[in-house]
């Protein structure tokens, strides 16, 4: 007689729930909170300018800066506008910060190639230079940087800014992109050499496609600091005609009086293209910032 053996059903192991993004513990929420004050802590300054801004002076002298305006006033807005000729320094803004930052970005890019990728002798010695050229203050360049540019003729023109920038923001750069490139996939470069790629053609095909997004953050990072530059710029530049947004902003302060509410409404235009152009390229930043985690 034949005996049938019914198998035991082994049981499943049922797969854990994952927690939905909205019941995960009180710590995220607890973080969350502080993020948010921390942020609503840092607008505070900006809250009191754009109160500021459109507030009369006979409203600042009587109310003080944390007053509330009676009217709304924009004539600071106007007289800022008009007396230092705002879309002339805008322009210089844009040119010399956009100018810098491709510049920069080129000029770390095949510096940063020849120590990363072309393994010169004594890296490690040049790398620590540009580390070096970068803990120096400005305020320990100026002096020669103005002896030059009046010997070479190039004193109060925004070329000489221009270059001044460019060699600052480099030794960054160099120092920066020398590092990712030291840990280079080294079969990348040996199956290049081998289909017969030169040097420029590895550059190019190889090197800079894969780091485009450490690229794009450096030229926004380049860009944002030169536009906020003003030490070196309120030296180099003397002439309405070549001054910086910041450089024009500070004109609005008197050794003994300043105009508040037109010195606020000032920072609040100069703020506005910084702002924008952030607003518009933020999507690269935070794709670059995320590439260079995955790598």
Same mark, same amino acid.
């Given at each position: 007689m034949a005996?049938t053996?019914?198998?035991?059903?082994?049981?499943?192991k049922?797969a854990?729930?994952?927690?939905?993004?909205?019941h995960?513990?009180?710590?995220?929420?607890?973080?969350?909170? +502080?993020?948010?004050?921390?942020?609503?802590?840092?607008?505070?300054?900006?809250?009191?300018?754009l109160?500021?801004?459109?507030?009369?002076p006979?409203?600042? %002298?009587?109310?003080?800066?944390l007053s509330?305006?009676t009217?709304?006033?924009t004539?600071?807005?106007?007289?800022?506008w008009?007396?230092?000729?705002?879309?002339?320094?805008?322009?210089?803004?844009a040119?010399?910060?956009?100018s810098v930052?491709v510049l920069?970005v080129a000029?770390?890019l +095949?510096?940063?190639y020849?120590?990363?990728?072309?393994?010169?002798?004594?890296r +490690?010695?040049?790398?620590?230079?540009?580390?070096?050229?970068?803990?120096?203050?400005?305020?320990?360049?100026?002096y020669p940087l103005?002896?030059v540019?009046?010997?070479?003729?190039?004193?109060n023109?925004?070329?000489?800014?221009?270059i001044?920038?460019?060699?600052?923001?480099?030794?960054?750069?160099?120092? +920066?992109?020398?590092?990712v490139?030291?840990?280079?996939?080294r079969?990348?470069?040996?199956?290049?050499?081998?289909?017969?790629a030169?040097?420029?053609?590895?550059?190019?095909?190889?090197?800079?496609?894969?780091l485009?997004?450490t690229?794009?953050?450096?030229l926004?990072?380049?860009?944002i600091?030169?536009?906020n530059?003003?030490?070196?710029?309120?030296?180099?530049?003397?002439?309405n005609?070549?001054?910086?947004?910041?450089?024009a902003?500070? %004109?609005?302060?008197?050794?003994?009086?300043?105009d508040?509410?037109?010195?606020?409404?000032?920072?609040?235009?100069?703020?506005?293209?910084?702002?924008?152009?952030f607003?518009?390229?933020?999507?690269?930043?935070?794709?670059?910032?995320?590439?260079?985690?995955?790598?």
């Amino acid at each position: 007689m034949a005996v049938t053996i019914t198998p035991i059903p082994t049981p499943v192991k049922q797969a854990r729930p994952v927690p939905d993004r909205h019941h995960r513990g009180v710590s995220r929420w607890v973080v969350l909170a +502080l993020v948010i004050l921390g942020a609503l802590v840092m607008l505070v300054p900006f809250a009191f300018m754009l109160l500021n801004a459109f507030k009369s002076p006979g409203d600042y %002298s009587s109310g003080g800066p944390l007053s509330w305006p009676t009217e709304f006033y924009t004539k600071g807005l106007r007289t800022y506008w008009t007396a230092v000729n705002f879309p002339l320094k805008l322009w210089n803004s844009a040119l010399i910060a956009g100018s810098v930052a491709v510049l920069g970005v080129a000029v770390s890019l +095949l510096n940063a190639y020849a120590l990363g990728i072309g393994r010169v002798r004594g890296r +490690l010695w040049i790398v620590g230079l540009f580390l070096l050229a970068n803990m120096l203050p400005q305020e320990a360049l100026i002096y020669p940087l103005y002896y030059v540019a009046k010997e070479v003729g190039l004193y109060n023109t925004r070329l000489a800014v221009i270059i001044i920038f460019t060699v600052i923001q480099s030794a960054f750069g160099t120092y +920066l992109l020398a590092s990712v490139m030291g840990t280079f996939p080294r079969s990348l470069l040996e199956a290049a050499a081998l289909d017969g790629a030169g040097k420029w053609t590895v550059l190019w095909r190889v090197v800079f496609p894969n780091l485009r997004p450490t690229l794009a953050v450096l030229l926004i990072f380049f860009f944002i600091w030169t536009w906020n530059e003003f030490l070196i710029p309120l030296v180099m530049l003397i002439d309405n005609q070549t001054q910086t947004i910041p450089v024009a902003l500070a %004109s609005l302060q008197g050794d003994r009086l300043m105009d508040a509410p037109t010195t606020n409404a000032g920072a609040l235009i100069s703020l506005v293209p910084a702002i924008l152009f952030f607003l518009i390229f933020q999507r690269t930043l935070a794709r670059g910032i995320t590439a260079g985690a995955e790598k």
